[in-house]
Structures are given as structure tokens and as C-alpha cells.
């Protein structure tokens, strides 16, 4: 029998902590080893025994989430998701703890519609099962019924691969998840600032997106901005898909621009890399170069062949500079990759290939 994934749940809040336990319980791959109101509890815990996973809230009285984290990477690294609430100094606080080793950020679950409860699920445990494949590095500083796995059929028609108005004018997208956030640093902080426009989707909650496209328009050479409905996809910007949104690369005449557009989770994600390269193969063709980075799942896979199948070119990060290489692996395996390369060597052979 499969061992199961064991969690430490760490939150001040008695309704968020019984709320993650019932969450992570109906998953049958998981078990949750204890629960924790801070941070020094956590610490006893951990004494007794290692979790493979941890759960951690953002702010807690007595030690912030944050410290704890940095306690935990530079002594016993351990996967650790983060949970934030929908603030604007929650989102930039978690996407920091990105920086100091956490492998994933999740929205902290709260009451709604049986939809968002359940969708709210998928996302928490797919999170912790993600996080217990991680690649992890020391720093200095009750099952309920599973919703079917949608394509994106339920969003948008497959491409029928006939011949487009021609342009000359490329287009980059890209897919990430788990690890995606340093990835995407790194290979965006690589492009000149007269890069082809870049259209990107990065699994990451609602509330998210904004901040963290705002960190990486501080420290890039092109412009990087929240994607808006109807932006144009113009040289030296690049758009990142809203949290929990679709996004949609779409054409008039020789203009590319991109759509946003609600719906069901596709590839249990919302925003799918699935719905964004089916929409390059429709509108763009052998005009796009695709790119598929860190990443849990096989959410893409399908999405890039179908790219491939239409005249781009694609290229995968390798599995030595992936933190999990879940979605790279299933596009490779799928057929839809032409390259396979590390994560610093990405920026370079895209260039290349849009020629």
C-alpha cells in the first residue's frame, strides 16, 4: 500500500485549521499528522516527528509565517505551502516566502457555494501533493466524489489548422505551476526589451497575480502586467494570466491579443495552460513558440502537441531545474516537445526560434 502524504496543518485559526483537516482528509493519498496554532507548537511537533508536508499560515501572533519559514528551510527544509488570505499585503507577504523556499501558495479556504467549496479542494490537496515531490534546498536565510477532469474542449473548439492570414509577428507562451514563479523570474529577467510579446499562465490563486506581475515589471527589462481583457500582445510585454481566470490568445488580422474569460476548471486549473496553447495553435500557429515549465500535473500536455500540430515550436524546461516535473514530463511524453533544456538556457533558444 502507498504510504501517504503526512501534513502539519500551522494556523492561529481553529475554524481554518478544522476546515483544512476535514479538506485534506477526503483526499485518500493524504493524512494529516497534527494541527498547530503557531508557530512554536509546530516546532514541538516536528521534534516528534517530520512531516512531508506543512500547511503554514501567513500571519499568526507569537512568530509570523514568514520566520517560521525561514526556520524551517535553513535547518530542516521541509515542503511548505503557504496560506494566505486575499489581501494585498497577504499576497505580497506570501509571494515572498516563494523567495525563502516555500514551493506553492493556496488561498485559505472559507465558506461559499458547493462549487467553490469543491473547487477550493482540488486546488488545496493537488497543492500538497505537488508540494511532497518537491525539490527542496536548504536556505540561508472523508473522500467525497472527485469532479471529472475537464480539457479544453469546455472552453474553446480544437484548432482546425487552416491556413491564417500570414503575419510575421511571433508570439511566446508559456505554462508554469509549482516552481513557476522563480522560473518565470528567471527567464523573463533574460529577454531584451524588444522581446516578441509573451503570454503566460502561472497556476496562482485570485488575489495573486497582480502583485506578483508587479514584482516582475520592477526587475525586467520588457513590461510585465496582470493580463486585462482585450490587451494587445505587443513586443516587450508580457501578460500573466488573472488568478482564477482563463486566458485566451486570440487574433484580428495581424493583431494578437488576449481574452479572459470565467468557466470550469480545465486540467483541474483555473487559469489552464491547456486553454492558453490551444488558443496559440487556433490564432497563432507556426507563429507561436511554446514553453512549458516547473510543474505538477499534465495540465499543457495536450495543448502543446496540439501546438506542435499546428506549426510552432515548442521547448521544455529540463528535470535537473525543475522543482517538480510533472507538466514538462507529460508534454515530452506526449510528443508535443521539440526541445528539452534547462531553465537558463530557455530565454536563449526561444530568441532563437523566433528568429
Do not use: W
Not at 72 to 94: K, R
Not at 103 to 130: H, N, W, Y
Not at 213 to 234: P, Y
Amino acid at each position: 500500500m502507498k504510504k501517504k502524504i503526512r501534513v502539519l496543518i500551522v494556523d492561529d485559526s481553529a475554524v481554518v485549521r478544522q476546515t483544512m483537516y476535514e479538506i485534506l482528509s477526503s483526499d485518500p493519498q493524504i493524512e494529516v499528522m497534527a494541527a498547530a496554532a503557531d508557530p512554536f507548537i509546530a516546532a514541538d511537533r516536528i521534534r516528534e516527528e517530520v512531516p512531508d508536508v506543512i500547511t503554514l499560515d501567513v500571519e499568526m501572533p507569537r512568530m509570523d509565517g514568514i520566520t517560521f519559514l525561514q526556520k524551517i528551510m535553513s535547518q530542516h527544509p521541509i515542503p511548505v505551502v503557504m496560506c494566505s488570505s486575499l489581501t494585498e499585503s497577504g499576497s505580497e507577504t506570501a509571494l515572498k516566502a516563494l523567495e525563502y523556499g516555500a514551493v506553492e501558495i493556496i488561498q485559505k479556504p472559507r465558506m461559499g457555494t458547493k462549487q467553490f467549496l469543491e473547487e477550493s479542494r482540488v486546488r488545496i490537496c493537488d497543492a500538497v501533493r505537488a508540494a511532497s515531490q518537491a525539490r527542496v534546498r536548504c536556505i540561508s536565510v472523508k473522500r467525497s466524489e472527485i469532479s471529472p477532469k475537464l480539457t479544453a474542449d469546455v472552453i474553446m473548439a480544437r484548432p482546425s489548422n487552416k491556413t491564417m492570414i500570414q503575419t510575421t509577428e511571433k508570439v511566446i507562451v508559456v505554462g508554469a505551476s509549482t516552481g513557476g514563479t522563480e522560473a518565470l523570474r528567471v527567464f523573463l529577467e533574460a529577454l531584451p526589451a524588444d522581446s516578441p510579446g509573451i503570454v503566460i499562465v502561472q497556476h496562482m490563486p485570485e488575489g495573486f497575480t497582480k502583485t506578483f506581475s508587479q514584482r516582475l515589471d520592477g526587475i525586467c527589462r520588457i513590461t510585465v502586467k496582470e493580463a486585462a481583457d482585450n490587451d494587445t500582445v505587443v513586443r516587450g510585454r508580457a501578460l500573466i494570466a488573472p488568478g482564477n481566470l482563463h486566458l485566451l490568445l486570440k487574433r484580428s488580422g495581424a493583431r494578437y491579443y488576449v481574452e479572459i474569460k470565467d468557466g470550469p476548471l480545465v486540467s483541474r486549473h483555473r487559469p489552464s495552460v491547456d486553454v492558453l496553447f490551444r488558443s496559440a495553435a487556433r490564432y497563432a500557429g507556426k507563429n507561436a513558440v511554446g514553453v512549458i515549465m516547473t510543474g505538477m500535473g499534465d495540465d499543457g500536455a495536450r495543448g502543446m502537441l496540439e501546438m506542435k500540430e499546428s506549426g510552432a515550436r515548442n521547448i521544455a524546461q529540463d528535470e535537473s531545474t525543475s522543482v517538480v516535473f510533472g507538466m514538462p514530463h507529460e508534454a515530452i511524453k506526449l510528443g508535443g516537445v521539440e526541445l528539452v533544456r534547462p531553465l537558463e538556457a530557455i530565454a536563449a533558444d526561444v530568441l532563437r526560434m523566433c528568429g
